[in-house]
């Protein structure tokens, strides 16, 4: 099986990463948060064999050598998120990978187990989603391209898994659940996980 993991990152630019945890703990601790969100995504995807593409929000970074010399760099396109991963699943799969996985660089709880865990999923599901308590998700995985999925969704609103799952079962396309976990958006959040990573 060829595997791709999808890391979807914002490019780390101070006051414009994490702002609704800057509106409580300031511009700099919530730079220096995402930094350390970012390092610990990079650690988990690193245990996985799959090939792993880094679609960075707005420019490609200088420092491209501070991550693991497996990664493939890429620029996301499209007007808004869903367009964006999109984009990104189409351009994959015309590349001839079997199983793909997207998540970005806000989760504390991921780690390689459930990585490996999705890909599995996909072996006998259609489309596998971690869904985040906040009503997004975390990731998104899928064993051929449905771009339905990114349509007609309120990105960014606590509608976005509830609308996907609906989506699917509309649709009777197959999907499997992953555990429900927290992104970090707010300062009880970051309380709650900055030790952990």
């Not at 995504?41 to 491209?64: C, N, V």
């Not at 050598?65 to 620029?75: H, K, M, S």
């Not at 994959?92 to 709880?109: N, Q």
């Not at 659940?177 to 009880?188: A, G, H, I, Q």
């Amino acid at each position: 099986m060829k595997d791709c993991i999808l890391i979807f990152q914002k490019n780390a630019e101070l006051g414009k990463v994490k702002t609704r945890l800057a509106d409580s703990i300031g511009d700099q601790a919530a730079y220096d948060a995402y930094q350390r969100l970012v390092k610990y995504t990079h650690r988990i995807t690193s245990q996985s064999p799959a090939q792993k593409l880094l679609f960075f929000s707005s420019f490609l970074e200088q420092d491209l050598a501070q991550y693991p010399t497996d990664y493939r760099f890429e620029l996301q396109s499209g007007d808004n998120l869903g367009e964006k991963m999109k984009n990104a699943f189409d351009q994959l799969f015309k590349e001839k990978f079997d199983r793909i996985l997207v998540i970005g660089t806000d989760c504390a709880e991921i780690t390689s187990e459930l990585i490996s865990e999705a890909f599995n999923k996909l072996n006998t599901h259609e489309v596998v989603i971690g869904p985040a308590h906040d009503g997004g998700y975390y990731l998104l995985g899928m064993q051929k391209f449905i771009p339905g999925l990114f349509e007609g969704i309120p990105w960014s609103t606590d509608e976005v898994s509830a609308l996907t799952m609906n989506y699917l079962e509309r649709n009777f396309i197959s999907y499997a659940l992953l555990p429900t976990l927290s992104d970090v958006d707010y300062e009880e959040d970051w309380e709650r996980f900055k030790d952990k990573i």
